[in-house]
């Protein structure tokens, strides 16, 4: 038995009949639907076509849902450039602006800035450009770009390793849960783990939906984050993969 799965994103480029066909052909095993776009309307008609197409040529293609999990996000009303070396304020979403000469962005996550100190490296648009933290004014953070590009508004941020009160599974997870549990898909994917417990809610979830154990889809653990290295253990005892 093939133990190795080629996983495939579904998305608009993808999504025609013809286009998934070749997919399957070629070797597609799983195909991911990404919760973080899309109205659940293009999502079932994602999964009713995948299973036409799948039934119609003879394979096996499983689905996965991703849900999308916690996310930090850049709140900005133009586009900025960032070198290397330069300085950029980090505000909280509804704090005053000191200085609107200098370079700032907003994050949209409220009591953030009090729990990041000097030395944090801060990631935007998955790593595109890096950031490290030098200077925390209690009211704004200040960082020095170590990695430049464009920061453009709504891009995900990632602060690896700090100890963020944010829930794993949000309310639009739980709705993007239940829709795909209706749908039956074989797989659930969730994002930023930290630990097995976040594993244990998703499951109790899934059963209040589905009772019977043998018909519940598979877990799937995202490791991105640097506590669910240290809690590795503990995860693995959980997740299906």
């Known amino acids: 038995m093939k133990k190795t799965k080629i996983v495939a994103t579904i998305g608009p480029a993808s999504e025609s009949e013809k286009v998934l ?35 119609k040529n003879n394979l096996n293609v499983s689905i996965l849902a991703d849900l999308q999990g916690p996310r930090i996000r850049i709140n900005t009303k133009e586009e900025i450039a960032v070198k290397s070396g330069e300085e950029v304020n980090l505000y909280e979403i509804g704090e005053k602006v ?33 950031m490290i933290v030098s200077e925390n004014k209690g009211k704004h953070l200040i960082a020095k770009v170590k990695d430049g590009g464009v920061i453009k508004n709504h891009k995900g941020v990632n602060i690896p390793g700090a100890d963020l009160d944010i829930d794993i599974i949000t309310a639009k997870d739980k709705k993007d849960l239940y829709f ?41 653990s995202k490791i991105e984050r640097k506590e669910a290295i240290d809690n590795l253990e503990d995860i693995l005892k959980e997740t299906d993969g």
Do not use: C, T, Y
């Open 21 to 55: 066909e070749k997919m399957m052909k070629a070797g597609m095993n799983v195909a991911r639907l990404n919760f973080s776009h899309g109205a659940h309307e293009w999502h079932k008609m994602a999964i009713d076509r995948i299973r036409k197409v799948a039934q």
């Open 180 to 220: 795909s549990l209706e749908n039956d898909v074989d797989f659930v994917a969730i994002s930023f783990v930290k630990n097995g417990e976040n594993l244990r809610s998703l499951k109790k979830l899934i059963a209040k939906k589905i009772k019977d154990p043998a018909k519940q889809p598979k877990i799937i």
């Open 98 to 130: 000191e200085n609107e000469a200098e370079k700032f962005v907003f994050l949209d996550k409220k009591n953030i800035v009090e729990v990041l100190k000097k030395g944090q490296e801060i990631l935007i648009e998955d790593g595109l450009i890096k």
